[in-house]
């Protein structure tokens, strides 16, 4: 028995709200591989208002599979933002204070020009002739759409996981727009072990026949079975085992003895096909394979000489490290090599690892130790930044 | 959390406690202070708020980060014997070590690492060579339990316990010198003596002592 397959209707989605962003085709983006692309457009929103001194303008970064529906009900989903606990008004992230702004990155999946977008040239989705992109091609695109909004200076940008690696990228390429930062659950690059599941996820969704080479929208196919498998592993990566044990246990779903079959027997079971079904209604096949490498691809001391603190050397902004004690995706330890060559640097760095046993995902939890440090921390540099309460 | 934590970043507190206001009152306006050990937070946020000082604090417990940082002061989570190397030479005007040295496992690599991260170092350390502790244990025979020294030899952090004397000596050896020298009774207050020295050896409560590299 496999997956139960997800309800997938073929059918274009509905136009997805919120702003758009195009970089011209005259005036393409620059990556990483030496190419170019554009015309790009970026879909993003904002909450709250730019002050007078465009001062107070905050961008966050989303994670892999998150998008610019940080402090609202997501269009597809109908859930709760992703970042809602910390985003919005008397949050940390006080839209009412601060001018927040999330972009879908590019490759994404979410209005965002990435492979389930038209090539242009052809009329028809890139797939894979898509160019694979890295975490500072994201950031790049990011710089331009901020310039666009006439911000010389970000008052801070944060994010978790992959959102903290663009942080760190923004940190270090920017550092003259970045006035501070909050990279959370995050490493200045890739371990093997993520890459490894990474490439499990990708060879998941390629080993799935609907997946055509990547040509799956042309074909009318969808390989959401691979996709889910992908989105189950990773899901594990994401929780700690205290907390799937908490949760689940060895208990039984919806039954009372064991099957002596393959059904989902065991709640752990059920919960992640749930994941990965549910995954797959709002995600792009193609998206994932591209963002994951951009992950994958992602080094900061590599640009820098192999040297990390070169990355920070001369950096005036102010940088809250954050870890949590039971993520073993991106442990304590990458926060702490990443807070060792920032004093090396002698950035001003503030660094917390906040007790929990949720794993990886506490980042997006309703942790209030967490909230705790970020307010204290957003605080301090508003001070400092002459920001009115 | 572990112990209730009176600072308030928003609200900074004029009122230190006194030893802490010694040292505070020893720093210059305006410079670059790393508070190593700065528990909850209190002489760094003194010095940020009425010294105008760029503070960094670094702390063992993460009770004492969490909380800091929570305020809005700028500290990392380390620990005195492995992550000062991290820093480079000169990185700050003063480093502080207040009531510290004697919980490292490695006191003498901490103040040479002190002073090459500091142009000065302000350091303050029970001092076991005082008059009562020697008298505790010359009587009793026991490890002297007392203010200074208030848990039992088996449980104590402080494990490198030294009198001003063998502070003095230490410095000497490694090269440190000793810019300014002054005990503290036992309420932290300055007491009329210089340090190093027999009377002071005999009669102050804490050391403190300000240091810098030999040139």
Redesign the interface.
């Known amino acids: 028995m496999t997956i139960s397959s997800p309800k997938i209707s073929l059918t274009p989605p509905p136009v997805l709200p919120g702003e758009r962003f195009v970089i011209p085709a005259d005036d393409p983006l620059p990556l990483d591989n030496g190419g170019r692309l554009g015309p790009v457009t970026i879909a993003y929103r904002t909450y709250g208002r730019l002050d007078e001194r465009k001062a107070n303008a905050v961008l966050v970064c989303h994670a892999l599979t998150g998008d610019q529906f940080v402090a609202e009900t997501h269009p597809v989903t109908g859930k709760p933002g992703w970042w809602e606990t910390l985003v919005g008004p008397g949050r940390v992230l006080d839209t009412d204070r601060f001018f927040v702004i999330c972009a879908n990155v590019i490759g994404g999946c979410m209005g965002t020009t990435g492979p389930k977008e038209a090539d242009p040239a052809t009329g028809r989705p890139y797939g894979l002739s898509f160019p694979v992109i890295t975490i500072g091609d994201m950031v790049r695109a990011q710089k331009r759409l901020v310039e666009s909004l006439g911000i010389e200076s970000l008052f801070c940008v944060v994010g978790g996981s992959m959102g903290g690696m663009q942080v760190l990228q923004w940190a270090t390429a920017h550092p003259e727009m970045v006035f501070s930062a909050m990279p959370i659950a995050t490493a200045a690059r890739h371990s093997a072990q993520n890459i490894a599941f990474h490439e499990v996820g990708r060879q998941a969704i390629m080993a799935d026949p609907e997946w055509c080479g990547g040509a799956y929208a042309e074909r009318g196919t969808r390989p959401h079975r691979g996709l889910a498998v992908a989105r189950m592993a990773a899901h594990i990566t994401y929780l700690s085992e205290t907390a799937l044990h908490r949760k689940f246990g060895r208990n039984l779903q919806d039954r009372d003895a064991l099957s002596y079959g393959f059904g989902a027997d065991f709640q752990v079971e059920s919960y992640l096909r749930h994941q990965g079904s549910t995954f797959v209604e709002r995600f792009d096949a193609n998206s994932y394979l591209y963002i994951t490498r951009a992950m994958d691809y992602f080094d900061l001391a590599r640009d820098f000489g192999g040297q990390l603190a070169n990355a920070f050397r001369g950096s005036r902004a ?1 940088f ?2 954050v870890s949590f004690t039971s993520d073993w995706l991106f442990p304590t330890s990458e926060s702490r090599a990443l ?2 060559a920032l ?4 950035a ?8 929990t046993d949720k794993g990886h995902d506490a980042f997006l939890l309703d942790e209030p ?1 967490l909230f ?2 970020l ?3 957003v ?3 508003a ?1 400092r930044r002459g920001l009115k309460r | 959390m572990a112990t209730p934590m009176q600072l308030v ?2 609200h900074p507190r004029a009122n230190i406690r006194v030893d802490l206001q010694v040292i505070a009152d020893m720093i210059e306006p305006g410079t670059r202070v790393l508070d190593v050990g700065c528990g909850d937070g209190q002489l760094l946020d003194y010095l940020v708020h009425f010294r105008q000082v ?1 503070g ?1 604090g670094m702390e063992i417990s ?1 009770a004492g ?2 909380n ?11 620990d005195a014997d492995t ?1 000062l190397k ?3 030479s000169d ?1 700050f005007d003063y480093v502080i070590l207040s009531q510290t040295l004697q919980a490292t496992h490695d006191p003498r690599e901490v103040l040479m690492q002190l002073v090459r991260i500091g142009r000065r170092a302000i350091v303050s350390f029970p001092n076991f060579g005082a008059w009562h502790v020697r008298l505790k244990l010359l009587w009793s025979g026991k490890m002297p339990v007392t203010d200074s020294y208030d848990v039992a030899w088996y449980e104590t952090p402080n494990i490198h316990l030294c009198t001003i004397d063998d502070f003095a000596e230490l410095c000497s050896d490694v090269g440190i010198t000793i810019e300014r020298g002054m005990v503290l009774d036992a309420a932290g207050r300055p007491r009329a003596l210089r340090a190093p020295g027999f009377l002071a050896n005999l009669l102050g409560e804490q050391g403190l002592f300000v240091l810098g590299r030999r040139a």
């Open positions: 102010r809250c490290v807070v060792h004093n090396a640097a002698a001003n760095v503030s660094f917390v690892e906040i007790p130790e705790k440090v307010g204290g921390f605080e301090g540099c001070e | 970043g928003a760029d960094r993460q980060v969490n800091c940082v929570a305020h809005g002061l700028s500290v990392i989570q380390g992550d991290d820093y480079p990185a």
